[in-house]
């Protein structure tokens, strides 16, 4: 069974520039997660979905970042006007509803100059 | 809302000599814990998971889970250079949210 994957790998930006994060959750798992982990810390949630539904984005900056799943499978996280306080590594996961284990990608490294 | 804070930040040890992580946690009702390691590029791998108190023995690796105290800690036995990486502790609220630590860095020594 293929993992979380993520692209690209890594991204490097002047600030105001846009970027966007694509993600791919593994076959079959309706809830995808979008976590942002800024240097020595932990990753924290940006914005999680079951199918295509956002069920809860309080913690993405509306003003800049913006996530869809159109599908109800592949998802992207796009940035409009990046800042340096957005470099940090973007991490997708996915799980099965109502089941704790989310599975990770290997994150999109993102830096701001 | 749940708070998740390790200790050490860092911690630097031999090849072979045990490595002890704590975590504490700021509301003791969740009953999910696990601990994940962070190799630099690679995704979050999971180590151990931990449901009741008592311990938890995955390999080389065991979760020690004491839920009056709000403590969880990890012990590698034998860690190896190869171990060296960022070890996050995790808590897993009744909705299946992820609360997650900032992490201890691991440096095991040849």
């Known amino acids: 069974e293929a993992g979380v994957t993520q692209s690209p790998r890594y991204a490097v930006l002047q600030e105001g520039q846009a970027v966007s994060f694509w993600c791919d959750p593994i076959?079959?798992?309706?809830?995808l997660y979008w976590y942002q982990q800024p240097r020595d810390q932990g990753p924290q949630l940006l914005v999680y979905?079951?199918?295509?539904?956002?069920?809860?984005n309080s913690q993405l900056p509306s003003d800049r970042f913006s996530a869809v799943r159109p599908k109800g499978t592949n998802s992207t996280l796009k940035i409009q006007s990046a800042k340096q306080g957005d470099t940090a590594t973007y991490l997708c996961?996915?799980?099965?509803?109502?089941?704790?284990?989310?599975?990770f990608g290997p994150g999109t490294r993102l830096t701001v100059l | 809302q749940q708070k998740v804070q390790q200790s050490p930040e860092s911690l630097t040890v031999s090849e072979g000599a045990m490595a002890s992580l704590n975590c504490t946690f700021s509301?003791?009702?969740?009953?999910?814990f696990r601990w994940y390691r962070q190799h630099s590029a690679k995704g979050l791998e999971v180590l151990v998971s931990i449901f009741s108190d008592g311990e938890k023995e995955e390999g080389r690796f065991t979760a020690h889970l004491n839920r009056a105290n709000l403590h969880v800690s990890l012990h590698i036995r034998e860690p190896q250079p190869s171990d060296s990486a960022v070890y996050l502790c995790a808590v897993i609220t009744n909705a299946y949210k992820v609360i997650f630590g900032k992490g201890t860095h691991l440096h095991v020594l040849p």
């Open positions: 076959s079959g798992h309706d809830t």
């Open positions: 509301d003791g009702t969740s009953n999910n």
């Open positions: 996961a996915s799980s099965r509803q109502n089941y704790a284990e989310q599975f």
């Open positions: 979905f079951r199918d295509e539904a956002v069920i809860d």
